[in-house]
């Protein structure tokens, strides 16, 4: 990814694709044909624990943006990261009606220290069933924050 892109995409509130930007669709791999319309999950990385979607999604269905680091999958398989600001468009009654996704380059530190508390998030949901994943990956991201006296975003905006 070039440090000067943003990689822009719009959903319903039901997460469907309704916008993406050019430099969104040169990094899927997709065209804009296969994605408007479907779950924005089409580009989900499989390393990606389900925690931090989880997070996401409670954040911004209450209103709020929501910084993230994502990995994410072309359809060749490859995969780029990005730190994602994630904010609701909210309707003439005070409630999302869509979402917005504008994303930067990650630096290469960041992504390194975030690879690491995923990979633990990931393995934790993994070991614990499909049942238990978001109760297990939240805990093990709880414990992490709590050391770091952080919280999520703190932690984000500030490695
Ligand atoms: C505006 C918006 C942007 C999103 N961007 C991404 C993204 O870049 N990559 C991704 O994997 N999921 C993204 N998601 C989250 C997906 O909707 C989905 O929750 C996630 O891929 C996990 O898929 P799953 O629910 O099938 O496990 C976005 C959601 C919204 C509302």
Known sequence: MRTDDF????????????????????????????????????????????????????????????????KNMSKDGSYYWVLAHMTPDLGSNGQPIGYTSVRRCPRPEAIERIESIYEKILAAERASGARDALAAGANVLNDFLLKEGKSYEELVLSI
């Not at 580009?43 to 624990?49: K, N």
């Open 7 to 70: 990689i822009v995409s719009k959903t319903d509130a039901k997460g469907r694709i309704t916008y993406c930007n050019p430099i969104f669709i040169e990094f899927s791999g997709y065209t804009e044909q296969e994605l408007l319309g479907k779950q924005h999950n089409i580009i989900r990385h499989p390393d990606m624990p389900r925690t931090t979607f989880k997070l996401a999604w409670d954040t911004i269905q209450s209103g709020r943006e929501f910084f993230a680091y994502v």
